[in-house]
Nanobody
């Protein structure tokens, strides 16, 4: 298991931007595929984006394609999510998550197979 600590959440007006970051502990960050999820109060957790262990491959939920970008810096053990043109429907608690590198990417890219989670950071988009 890898320890994940998130930052960057906050309040932003519709149409604005936020950048979320997730710091991973240890020297084994490259052993994990990474992803972002979000959950609004009273709603199911929703997959947002995934990035392979190397950063070579990414996948996005249809709801955020073209607006969100997932990236990672394996040299500094960090995962980021850049959100642009934010909408009120983006309001949620955002979680970073890790899946072991030997988990099938076919599953990971669909939001399945994650075992480690950050504490969550609140993103609120006002209309």
């Amino acid at each position: 298991q890898v320890q994940l600590v998130e930052s960057g959440g906050g309040l932003v007006q519709a149409g604005g931007s936020l950048r979320l970051s997730c710091a991973a502990s240890g020297r084994t960050f490259e052993n994990y595929h990474m992803g972002w999820f979000r959950q609004a109060p009273g709603k199911e957790r929703e997959f947002v984006a995934a990035i392979s262990w190397s950063g070579y491959t990414t996948n996005y939920a249809d709801s955020v394609k073209g607006r969100f970008t997932i990236s990672r810096d394996n040299a500094h053990n960090t995962l980021d999510l850049q959100g642009n043109s934010l909408k009120p429907e983006d309001t949620a608690v955002y979680y970073c998550a890790a899946a072991l590198r030997d988990t099938k990417w076919l599953s990971v890219r669909q939001g399945v197979g994650y075992d480690s989670w950050g504490q969550g950071t609140q993103v609120t988009v006002s209309s």
